[in-house]
């Protein structure tokens, strides 16, 4: 992507959210090819679903910013409800007064560093959806401090150590930052998760001068996205005559493989739009088409999240019909079973199969806690009761929010049937 070219349409997940980036950067080695390398990475590179509208660079070709264009760019975050980043790149001041984000006016239109770090924390408070923030100058890292869980912080360097960059190469920690979203080790969803990347950037850039500093926030499992989980539920699919079973998932398989859609690298973009939790939750498969087959099957299953309108197979073959092109042939069948997926009726158990313990979507869960467990007391009680980690969950706003957020985390770390446990041994016939 080039300067004045046109933006990348914005990528909306199911939960309305989206993303967008604000780059600042003032006069120093580098942050012209970190800007135009950061544009061509959140605008075109990112596999579809991770990509963020860029916000026109501040400093363009360096040497422009001032604080109150900062202070305007950060008003413009708090106003956008999405996940937001916010790139940093240039000098750092570090005097007997404090340390400084260095603008391109005298030493009094500098940025004092624990104000930046205020707002950011409070900016990601705020918002519904977390903040990455990458800051690349010399002295960056904050001193200890309470941060929000929503805040994703990457610093180059401790406070007393500098920050390295060339013209030519840009900035030594930005471009390690840029080159571990493809080189960092990916988990088992082939995903690359805000561990792997802290890893990967320390062990690249660590020497005997720079040292980065990083404070990674509880949304972290991805490092552009985050989505709370859902779980498929009811068996109905597999009855003779329903439209999703198996003989329909079983043409959709055979239409997806003769529209060459079975690669693996293919996997991503067919879930593209739809929940983390839906890729991680399918079982791995021998070969990419045993892989496709249970990736239908799960879909076929899975219930839509909260305020989604369509099941999540058909939106997995819309996705389908978009990559099947120009296989015409193969794209009308996709189609067609998109249009049966969207005409079935809601699956239900059948008595012989009826759990002793009825299946509870998160939806439904959720409500329960609520009810059962309303005050943040009984959330840290119970959630510590089962084991989880309570300081990973953010006890902050409404009930509904609080135990939406404790859900994920038991989702996380495969507690949620334990945590369901407890409350049924508390309060028998509600869970």
């Given at each position: 992507m080039?300067?004045?070219?046109?933006?990348?349409?914005?990528?909306?997940?199911?939960d309305g959210t989206e993303y967008r980036a604000w780059?600042?950067?003032c006069d120093a080695p580098g942050v012209e090819k970190d800007v135009n390398d950061l544009k061509i990475c959140l605008e075109d590179t990112l596999a579809l679903g991770y990509r963020a509208r860029v916000e026109r660079p501040i400093a363009e070709g360096a040497g422009t910013v001032t604080r109150a264009q900062i202070e305007e760019a950060l008003d413009a975050m708090e106003r956008f409800e999405g996940h937001r980043i916010i790139w940093f790149g240039g000098h750092g001041d570090q005097r007997d007064e404090g340390r400084f984000f260095r603008t391109q006016g005298r030493r009094s239109d500098?940025?004092?560093?624990?104000?930046?770090?205020?707002?950011?924390?409070?900016l990601a408070r705020a918002g519904s959806a977390p903040l990455w923030a990458v800051m690349d100058f010399c002295h960056a890292a904050p001193k200890a401090r309470e941060w929000s869980e929503k805040l994703v912080l990457f610093c180059a360097a401790h406070g007393d150590e500098a920050a390295r960059g060339t013209e030519a190469e840009g900035g030594r920690f930005t471009q390690a930052v840029l080159r571990g979203l493809t080189a960092a080790q990916p988990n088992e969803a082939g995903q690359v998760t805000v561990d792997a990347l802290r890893t990967w950037v320390n062990a690249v850039v660590s020497s005997g001068h720079q040292h980065p500093f990083f404070v990674q926030g509880h949304y972290g499992t991805r490092v552009l996205n985050h989505v709370g989980p859902q779980t498929p539920s009811g068996t109905g699919a597999e009855r003779s005559g329903d439209p999703l079973g198996p003989a329909t998932q079983n043409?959709?398989?055979?239409?997806?493989?003769?529209?060459?859609?079975?690669?693996?690298?293919?996997?991503?973009?067919?879930?593209?739009g739809l929940p983390d939790a839906y890729q991680y939750g399918v079982p791995d498969g021998p070969d990419p088409i045993s892989q496709l087959r249970n990736d239908v099957k799960y879909l076929a299953e899975a219930?839509?999240?909260d305020g989604q309108d369509e099941p999540p197979l058909a939106l997995y073959l819309?996705?389908?019909c978009e990559l099947a092109r120009?296989?015409?042939?193969?794209?009308d069948a996709l189609v067609d079973h998109r249009e049966r997926v969207l005409r079935a009726p809601p699956t239900t158990e059948s008595p012989d199969d009826t759990p002793a313990t009825p299946a509870m979507t998160l939806i439904e869960l959720r409500s329960a806690l609520c009810a059962a467990y309303p005050t943040v007391d009984d959330v840290r009680r119970l959630c510590a009761d089962a084991g989880l980690k309570v300081h990973r969950i953010s006890l902050q706003g409404s009930v509904q929010n609080i135990w939406a957020d404790a859900l994920r985390e038991a989702y996380l770390v495969n507690q949620l049937e334990a945590l369901r446990a407890l409350a049924r041994k508390e309060y028998p016939g509600r869970f």
């Open positions: 080039v300067d004045g070219g046109p933006l990348m349409p914005i990528r909306r997940y199911v780059l600042i950067g500098h940025v004092p560093l624990p104000w930046l770090y205020d707002r950011l924390d409070q043409a959709i398989v055979d239409a997806l493989v003769g529209a060459k859609l079975a690669p693996r690298a293919k996997r991503t973009l067919l879930f593209n219930e839509p999240v819309a996705n389908a120009p296989g015409r042939k193969y794209r």
